[in-house]
């Protein structure tokens, strides 16, 4: 045997010999299939109740409005938390911690309360498939949705602001806070909150995602939901991870309620950028600049 031909072949060995340690380490080839065997051999029950996918939403947001609502009222005496404020110098106050959690509750009882018991009366068991999906399905299943999402809020949205009589009876609950915090994120009417979790829970099954891939999308939306009413600009924030601009966060939503008339994506800038009405800080203060030199 040629020295060539011996070492592909033993090339060879080695390679069948990595991949059966890879299908040993990672079932069927997917790095989210241990997690998936975890999570069915003992939350299988759980995972297929139709109360689920509410039961992780709900408890998703309101951990989330918790800690930030927490950082909110220590920031006036935590220096370090206050610099990452947009409005360093407009504290959040337990009147509007009360009053957000107060129609937050009311929401929820009135529209989300009813709706979910319907799902658990009419809707069938979750069917929980073997495989889990593999990670880049799992990734672009939520890049997909959120897509999706992001056009369908932004046509809403548009449309609740340039049609008078929708704003007035639908929208206009969410732009009291000009200077938005977390708990405003549902801040807001109860038609608004049951199309936005309509959305979410239709999206998933538009793009025929799993259903592990199904509840990370609703976590994944979530949070960036929250983190664009949080009124903080962190360094990990979702618009300085991601490159050229392309995600709007907190900074672009705030000026949003200072503007209304501008930045009605909720995530991505592309449809603010193609329609116009886009808007920035350096907008605002120009403008401001305007304002002051004609007085």
Not at 46 to 70: K, W
Not at 78 to 96: C, D, F, I, R
Not at 199 to 214: E, I, N, R, S
Request: some cysteine; overall charge negative; charged content about 10%.
């Amino acid at each position: 045997m040629s020295t060539s031909r011996y070492l592909s072949t033993e090339a060879l060995s080695w390679l069948l010999d990595l991949g059966n340690v890879t299908s040993a380490l990672l079932p069927e080839g997917s790095l989210l299939q241990p997690l998936w065997d975890h999570l069915q051999q003992h939350h299988h029950h759980l995972m297929r109740s139709p109360l689920f996918p509410v039961a992780l939403s709900i408890s998703t947001y309101f951990l989330l409005v918790g800690l930030y609502t927490g950082l909110d009222l220590l920031a006036p005496s935590w220096p370090s938390v206050n610099g990452y404020k947009l409005h360093p110098h407009k504290a959040v106050t337990w009147v509007g911690v009360r009053t957000t959690l107060r129609v937050t509750f009311y929401n929820h009882l009135l529209y989300m309360f009813p709706a979910t018991l319907a799902q658990w009366l009419w809707r069938p068991d979750t069917p929980l498939p073997r495989d889990a999906p593999t990670l880049w399905e799992f990734l672009l299943g939520i890049l997909g949705c959120t897509l999706l999402f992001d056009f369908q809020y932004y046509l809403w949205h548009l449309l609740h602001h340039r049609v008078p009589w929708l704003y007035r009876t639908f929208h206009a609950v969410h732009h009291q806070y000009n200077r938005p915090f977390s708990l405003v994120t549902q801040y807001m009417s109860g038609w608004e909150l049951f199309t936005v979790g309509f959305w979410a829970t239709v999206d998933p099954m538009l793009l025929g995602c799993h259903c592990l891939t199904t509840w990370g999308f609703m976590v994944f939306n979530i949070y960036v939901s929250t983190e664009d009413h949080c009124g903080y600009d962190f360094p990990w924030a979702m618009h300085r991870l991601m490159p050229l601009g392309l995600w709007g966060g907190s900074p672009k939503h705030d000026l949003h309620h200072q503007r209304p008339g501008t930045n009605f994506a909720p995530f991505f800038s592309h449809w603010d950028w193609l329609a116009g009405t886009d808007s920035s800080a350096t907008d605002v203060s120009e403008s401001t600049g305007d304002v002051f030199s004609r007085l």
